[in-house]
């Protein structure tokens, strides 16, 4: 795998970085799609705390 990864950085650069934005991207919105619709005693506390971030800036 990371035989492939390091030919495809000296191929086309741009699109490892588009490779790792889709990872970044999915990982980023699954967070929310995660959190949806649990309680808050379920929830780790690093993702409570994020939960009560994201509802502040809710306002």
């Known amino acids: 795998m990371w035989?492939?990864?390091?030919?495809?950085?000296?191929?086309?650069?741009?699109?490892l970085g588009l490779l790792l934005f889709a990872i970044f991207l999915i990982v980023l919105v699954s967070l929310p799609l995660s959190l949806r619709g649990s309680d808050a005693s379920d929830r780790p506390e690093i993702i409570r705390?994020?939960?009560d971030f994201w509802r502040f800036w809710r306002r």
């Open 49 to 51: 705390a994020l939960a």
């Open 3 to 15: 035989s492939v990864l390091g030919e495809l950085a000296l191929a086309a650069p741009w699109l």
